[in-house]
């Protein structure tokens, strides 16, 4: 089983275990559709279009407004260009967190929020095996979201995460290290709207611009990559 397989499950056994003790108040659950393009500090990315990439999340708030969260993202591009370094780059994360919700008056809303990070990272060097491998990494992260009430069903919304990240061993070609240190930057803006369902609960969609910033970890003399773009959200709240 690989090591993001088992951090999910690890992920969810802790989230259903802090929760066991706090009646849940609020269930949620939805995808982002991630539609990304590449961007590198050496320009290494030539000839990488605009690629899917699905973002999964859930969310249990308790009685007490702690909220207890779940989030998985992968990014899978390849480039169409020959002349390119790269022809293949992964980036994939799982997060695992503890927020709190707050109130800003009677139209702003926002969450801030803790926990871990778990992430790996690949990039395929054209006319070779492997280029630069993470296979694990782990960090603290943080963040905050905020929720700006624009009418009854549509609102503005803003967030970051980041987060600091630790690798205890990676590959370069045909060489190896160890203790990698690494930041990731997730910035999010866009619009959603919000519908009540029948049964009580409420179905939401949003379009907006995402971008994800990873800080020295691409390349052997530890350069910048970002995926930026934008994205579908859809999810429902019970």
Do not use: C
Not at 62 to 68: A, I, R
């Amino acid at each position: 089983m690989s090591y993001l397989k088992k951090s999910a499950i690890a992920a969810t056994l802790a989230i259903l275990s802090a929760t066991s003790s706090a009646q849940a108040q609020n269930f949620s659950a939805g995808v982002d559709l991630n539609y990304l393009a590449l961007s590198h500090s050496e320009g290494q990315t030539v000839g990488f279009g605009y690629t899917a990439a699905p973002e999964v999340w859930v969310e249990l708030q308790s009685q007490g407004g702690l909220t207890y969260g779940l989030r998985a993202f992968r990014l899978d591009a390849d480039s169409a260009d020959p002349t390119t370094r790269y022809d293949n780059i992964v980036m994939q994360t799982i997060d695992l967190s503890v927020g709190k919700s707050f109130s800003m008056g009677n139209t702003t809303k926002g969450k801030v929020f803790g926990g871990m990070r778990f992430a790996k990272y690949y990039e395929q060097e054209r006319g070779t095996t492997n280029g630069l491998t993470v296979p694990k990494s782990y960090g603290l992260l943080g963040g905050i979201e905020i929720a700006q009430q624009m009418s009854n069903n549509l609102s503005l919304y803003g967030g970051s995460t980041a987060a600091i990240m630790f690798a205890p061993d990676y590959t370069d070609g045909g060489s190896s290290g160890t203790d990698l240190t690494f930041n990731t930057i997730d910035l999010n803006l866009g619009l959603r709207y919000k519908r009540q369902l029948a049964n009580g609960g409420n179905w939401h969609a949003g379009l907006g611009l995402t971008s994800k910033l990873w800080n020295g970890v691409s390349d052997d003399d530890s350069e910048n990559i970002s995926a930026y773009g934008f994205k579908l959200s859809f999810g429902m709240d019970f």
